[in-house]
């Protein structure tokens, strides 16, 4: 059969739309946000409920900002845990990335905290034996806590290609911020208290907030079956 399909026909490459769905949990994740979110500039923490983003579960992870420019993991899905190769809870969200790339994923995180922003991070995985070429995407959005502080965030981090040899570190390729003043904020639910690193009251899907060993929350991320 020739090879030449001739200049009035197209060859559809099949790539993109492999990536977009493989993406797809960001999209969903971001949706669910937007729809707690009903007009307010932030959603509140205990807004969240695990099963409005079922099918994204296993990518989702919850953050707290307990520092400028510094974040770390109270839950995640089981998809982290697969890429570090061990339970990621209490872990800073910038374990999940190269030495060189931390400075500018605790840049986007504080932003998303303090702007606030919506922040999407386009990443690639450090290559090497027993580790692939690894495509990922990262999206942070930013919660209040039951204080009216924003220092929680609601992150979703898909990858595209094979784990192999855990851990898998990103180097970050592009960031892309998007402020949230500039939307049409109907209403809010009280003032943006400064924020700062206080203890919260256990909520939906969280365990003790000093992250020390104990026992499991109540509801946790767990993984659902789901074919590639």
Same mark, same amino acid.
């Given at each position: 059969m020739p090879e030449d399909l001739g200049t009035d026909r197209k060859v559809v490459k099949m790539t993109h739309f492999a990536n977009a769905a493989r993406f797809q949990p960001l999209r969903e994740v971001d949706g669910y946000w937007e729809a707690i979110r009903g007009g307010r500039l932030v959603p509140r923490r205990s807004d969240v409920n695990p099963r409005g983003i079922e099918r994204a579960l296993e990518f989702a992870f919850i953050a707290e900002r307990i520092a400028p420019g510094l974040g770390r993991v109270r839950i995640a899905g089981s998809h982290l845990t697969e890429l570090m190769g061990m339970e990621v809870r209490g872990m800073p969200v910038t374990t999940f990335f190269t030495a060189a790339a931390r400075a500018q994923v605790g840049e986007a995180l504080e932003e998303v905290c303090t702007g606030p922003a919506k922040a999407e991070l386009l990443l690639t995985g450090e290559t090497g034996f027993g580790k692939p070429p690894l495509e990922a995407r990262m999206l942070l959005l930013?919660?209040? /806590?039951?204080?009216? &502080?924003? /220092?929680?965030?609601? #992150?979703?981090?898909?990858?595209?290609?094979?784990?192999?040899?855990?851990?898998?570190?990103?180097?970050?390729?592009?960031?892309?911020?998007?402020?949230?003043?500039?939307?049409?904020?109907?209403? &809010? &639910?009280?003032?943006?208290?400064?924020?700062?690193?206080?203890?919260?009251?256990? #909520?939906? /899907?969280?365990?003790?907030?000093?992250?020390?060993? #104990?026992?499991?929350?109540?509801?946790?991320?767990?993984?659902?079956?789901? /074919?590639?």
């Open positions: 930013p919660l209040k /806590s039951d204080l009216g &502080d924003i /220092s929680r965030v609601l #992150g979703c981090l898909v990858t595209l290609g094979g784990i192999g040899r855990a851990p898998r570190r990103f180097d970050v390729s592009e960031v892309v911020m998007r402020p949230l003043l500039k939307d049409d904020v109907v209403i &809010d &639910d009280g003032p943006i208290a400064p924020a700062r690193h206080r203890p919260e009251p256990v #909520g939906l /899907s969280e365990a003790p907030a000093r992250f020390e060993p #104990g026992p499991a929350p109540y509801l946790r991320l767990v993984k659902t079956d789901h /074919s590639e």
